[in-house]
């Protein structure tokens, strides 16, 4: 059982670059999720897709785009690469729970560092 | 959306010393969840707590919901060097579907 699996795990990009990173879970949730994680900033939510065939906006959408490609597989794609995006991205994915636990756990996995020069 | 404020940003500790983390909004959160994330990895969740005034122990880590729901806690007693890492809170909007995320706390347990 692999959980959530990303790749590339280190990208290197020059500016105007496009390039797509790839997201992959087996754990059969309908719920996934993109955020990117910069120092003393927390995580940022870029985009999610509650199912198979949606995908909303999150915090931080602008710059990129998104394919919930089937029930597995979440993609994000990056037109037109600028130093702003660099970052770390984590992709994650959500369990539904009991309501005495909270009702949902989520899963991360182990991020692509993306760096655009 | 709502904001999850954490302090400190940084903490460094001697191992064996107990040490107490914060996470603050002015918002009422339904539950309140802490992850650790070492470096190099995804976060991991450590706890969920749901009810207000809420105590769960994991081992030396404490965890507290405020009585308000809107703060939380983790008390590590006896740090460890494995204890080292960047601990997240984070709580739901949007009734479950998204996550908003605090800032984080780096902690450092030294030899």
């Known amino acids: 059982n692999a959980g959530v699996t990303q790749t590339p795990k280190f990208q290197v990009l020059k500016t105007g670059q496009s390039m797509t990173l790839q997201c992959a879970q087996d754990?059969?949730?309908?719920?996934m999720y993109w955020y990117r994680q910069d120092p003393g900033m927390g995580l940022r939510l870029i985009y999610y897709?509650?199912?198979?065939?949606?995908?909303d906006k999150g915090e931080v959408p602008n710059g990129y785009n998104v394919s919930r490609l089937n029930k597995r597989e979440f993609s994000l794609r990056l037109e037109s690469a600028a130093p702003s995006q660099t970052s770390v991205y984590f992709c994650a994915s959500k369990r539904h729970t009991g309501t005495a636990s909270g009702g949902y756990e989520q899963y991360f996995g182990p991020g692509t560092r993306l760096t655009v020069t | 959306t709502q904001l999850l404020e954490q302090s400190p940003q940084f903490l460094s500790i001697q191992e064996g010393e107990n040490l107490t983390v914060y996470c603050n909004s002015s918002s009422v959160f339904s539950s309140l969840q802490w992850y650790r994330q070492e470096p190099g990895e995804g976060p991991v969740l450590l706890v969920t707590?749901?009810?207000?005034?809420e105590v769960k122990k994991l081992k030396r880590l404490t965890f507290q919901f405020g009585d308000a729901r809107k703060d939380s806690s983790l008390h590590i007693t006896a740090a460890q060097p494995g204890d080292t890492g960047l601990y997240l809170c984070?709580?739901?909007?949007?009734?479950?579907?998204?996550?908003?995320f605090g800032t984080g706390t780096r902690l450092t347990i030294i030899p």
């Open positions: 984070a709580g739901p909007n949007f009734g479950n579907e998204k996550l908003t």
């Open positions: 754990m059969n949730h309908n719920s």
């Open positions: 707590v749901v009810t207000g005034g």
């Open positions: 897709s509650a199912s198979e065939g949606t995908t």
